[in-house]
């Protein structure tokens, strides 16, 4: 066995608490190199005489990429505290590994096993309960509806007249939405995210001028307390943008700053570089990106904290928000995050926490800090394979299997999974305008572990290139709706009602791929029910064999409703895809 391959560590997605009595342990090792592998563990204070009396016990296979296999095992330790190490076979070798190394035999010396020293339950990573089995829908305020022309800024467009520039203004407003409801409603939808309704400069309000302000183009407080009751009154779950990171130019501290300079109050409230502080030709103080109009934060100084805390708190106390999606999270110090955690939890306990970050981002989900990540690592894999195609079934299985194993199971199935934001292409442009490829995204997340998220627009057929092309007027007449689309995402996320093995409950794993085909099989298995999962990601009619043995099993098509013929062959058209469910034994 590849020694070097060989790899744990505890206390993250290798080791971690997933509840308050069970441990999950994971292990890597070279693709193929062990042919079992058995935890061995016990009590640390159970050893005698250089060993435990309890023993080891066998670890499953819980997936592969192209270089590593990944073995886990969950257990409840008895006690709460757990020293384990690993036994390792391949067909001529069984190796020890433990914090002391390897061993060829197992080492009767505890300090050479790998320590969980106690499960306590106060640090157990915990979303809330309801997060699981939302289905998330996006919206960009602007862009939505415009219900109330009174509040439109000046120069706005006729909705829809044009593709958006950088600088348009089309009046979208919160009754927009609250008309709209039924949209959401007949979709399935459980929880919306709004990206930033403060007011702002823009009209993608990022650049926040007052925290504690709606912007005046979507309406007044009395309308927003009005949107979030239509929202909860028809059981969906209201999510803010948090723009913590930076304020707009315009935020009063920073004009403060601009035209007091070194006298000004606000000075620590800022990453100044030095002084006179000018914004052009280029910022002498820190921004997002290289944008002069958006100052960062000093969010370690306790003024600032104290005034984002007290804004994080307001429109929970007096909105009851559900939640707030943290923008540019991995820029904001850890510390900050964590004193926001502890009070928007205190204050509500069920609120949600989701971070904007788009790469691998264990240390914010410690349970410290976030819920939950946006999950673009599951983007990128799922549009390269379906909607770019470049890259084959295979190499998805393996950067599928490699987002599960970057984090614990109860982080991965409240996942943020989103197949495009306001940020992005539209899916659909991504798909080169191929629908049936849309369709199989949509099948694909929306099966998957985690909650799903869908940008405004995206299930009736909205086009569009990268930001600000990505942010279209909803489209309202029926007729220039993709109605097949809609259906088809309706019925995807009432699947994931009714089935909750299709939906979160159900346990992912990979039966098939095929490079020549370019097909896929995977399955969702909950105590339950098994559901057999098959895209055929390609211009060409498949006819394959299913790798489950149906024989006595009943199947049904649960796509199309009927039962099927006990048998594993199946034949789907270019893009085709079939959904099989079983009953287990
Ligand atoms: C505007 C224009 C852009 C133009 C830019 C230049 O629209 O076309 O390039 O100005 O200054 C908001 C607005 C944007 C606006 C931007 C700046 O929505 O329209 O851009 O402000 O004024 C990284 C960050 C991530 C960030 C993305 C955009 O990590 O946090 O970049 N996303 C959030 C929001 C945005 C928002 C801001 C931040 C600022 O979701 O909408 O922009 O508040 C890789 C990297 C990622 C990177 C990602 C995208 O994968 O690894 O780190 O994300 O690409 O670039």
Known sequence: MLREAIYHRPKNNYAYAYDKDTLHIRIRVKKGDATNVYLIYGDPYEWNNGRWSNASKPMLLEGSDHLFDYWFIDMKPEFGRCRYGFELHSENERLIYGEGGFFNSTPNDINF??????????????????????????IFPERFSNADPKLNPPNTLLWGSKDPSLTDFFGGDFQGIINNIDHLVKLGITGVYFNPIF??????????????????????????????????????????????????????????????????NYVDWFHLKKFPVTPLPEPNYDTFAFTHEM??????????????????????????????????????????????RAIVKRIKPDAYILGEIWHDAIPWLQGDQFDAVMNYPFTNATLRYIAKGDINAEEFANQITRVLISYPKNANEVAFNLLGSHDTPRIL??????????????????SFIGTPSIYY???????????????????????????????????????????????NSGEFSILETNNETNHMTYSKKNAQETIIITINNSKNPINITIPFDF?????????????????????????????????NK
Request: hydrophobic share 35%.
């Open 429 to 446: 442009t991504m798909c080169h305008e191929n629908k049936d490829k849309l369709k199989l995204l949509f099948l694909f997340q929306l």
């Open 295 to 340: 100052p960062k934060l000093n969010t370690e100084n306790p003024e600032v904290k104290d005034y984002l805390l007290r804004v994080a708190k307001y429109w929970i106390e007096e909105f009851d928000i559900d939640g707030w999606r943290l923008d540019v999270a991995n820029e904001v110090d850890h510390q900050f995050w964590r004193e926001f």
């Open 199 to 264: 007011k702002a400069a823009t009209n993608h309000k990022y650049d926040t001028i007052d925290y504690f302000e709606i912007d005046p183009q979507f309406g007044d407080k009395k309308t927003f307390k009005k949107l979030v009751d239509t929202c909860h009154e028809h059981g969906i779950k209201v999510m803010l943008d948090a723009v913590f990171n930076h304020s707009g130019f315009y935020f009063a501290p920073f004009q403060d700053v601009l035209k007091n300079q070194e006298k000004s």
């Open 457 to 503: 627009g995206d299930e009736i057929g909205l086009t569009g290139e990268n930001d600000p092309d990505c942010r279209k007027c909803m489209e309202w007449d029926e007729a220039k709706q993709d109605q097949e689309l809609l259906e088809l995402v309706q019925r995807l996320i009432s699947l994931r009602k009714e089935h909750a093995a299709f939906g």
């Open 551 to 583: 024989t006595n099993r009943k199947p049904t098509d649960l796509w199309n409703n009927k039962p099927l013929k006990e048998t594993s062959k199946i034949e789907l058209p270019p893009y085709g895809f079939s959904i099989i469910q079983v009953r």
């Open 113 to 138: 096993y790998f320590c969980f020293p106690f499960l306590n339950e106060i640090d157990v990573f915990k979303a809330p309960k309801w997060v699981k089995n939302t289905v998330w829908y996006q």
